[in-house]
């Protein structure tokens, strides 16, 4: 029963779908040369969008050559899995080629997220970091002040989030990866990764009340 309602609903979203979505849910989902072929083309799709991803952040990373070249066929090749994965969630309410990009950007993402925690010295999000106390409202006075605040922050999401929030913080905040591709990695909808970053919100604005960066009315209105 649950087999024939899987088959139904792929079925519906193949008739809801747009051509060429409904093109590329039938060859991926079929067999033989023709479903090798729409494999290939999706790879170099998201091969391209991975390398585009990667380039873009290149300028705040201490990688260059064949270790960017080797991230963007990485997180390319794991797309790829995880699309052909999940086809069946696919509900048509984007272009097939749009809502396979997002797996793209989150397979660059989480790789470049991971390089980060490995070794946090490398400026990852360097620039972000320093912006971070404009991002949350919080305005320090003098330079001294900021730095010791961006390095409050820095030990809060160590040591305040769970492993999940700090995966959620790193990926919207310093990463600027969109809250709802987030939501398709992590299986979840765009309304938990909101309540997931207000809780998050307020871990980080705690930690500063009680290292004495923000007084307790200043984090209430903020």
Do not use: C
């Not at 090798?36 to 170099?44: F, G, I, K, P, S």
């Not at 999000?125 to 730095?147: M, Q, V």
């Amino acid at each position: 029963m649950a087999a024939d309602h899987g088959l139904g609903q792929h079925q519906a979203t193949l008739a809801s779908a747009d051509a060429e979505s409904a093109e590329w849910l039938r060859t991926l989902g079929g067999a033989g040369a023709e479903r090798e072929a729409a494999v290939e083309r999706l790879h170099a799709i998201l091969l391209r969008v991975a390398g585009n991803e990667v380039r873009r952040r290149a300028p705040r990373l201490r990688l260059s050559g064949p270790e960017l070249d080797d991230m963007a066929h990485q997180a390319a090749a794991d797309a790829l899995l995880a699309v052909i994965a999940k086809l069946g969630q696919f509900r048509g309410e984007s272009r097939f080629t749009t809502w396979a990009y997002k797996f793209a950007v989150l397979e660059v993402s989480a790789k470049l997220g991971r390089h980060f925690w490995r070794d946090p010295g490398v400026p990852l999000e360097g620039e972000d970091w320093e912006r971070l106390p404009d991002r949350f409202e919080f305005d320090p006075a003098e330079r001294s002040e900021r730095r010791a605040l961006v390095d409050a922050l820095r030990r809060a999401v160590d040591e305040e989030l769970t492993e999940r929030q700090r995966h959620i913080f790193v990926t919207i905040v310093l990463q600027g990866v969109p809250s709802d591709a987030v939501a398709v990695e992590l299986g979840t909808n765009r309304n938990a990764i909101y309540k997931a970053m207000f809780d998050v919100r307020r871990k980080l604005r705690a930690a500063l009340v009680a290292q004495g960066f923000l007084d307790i009315g200043t984090a209430r209105r903020s």
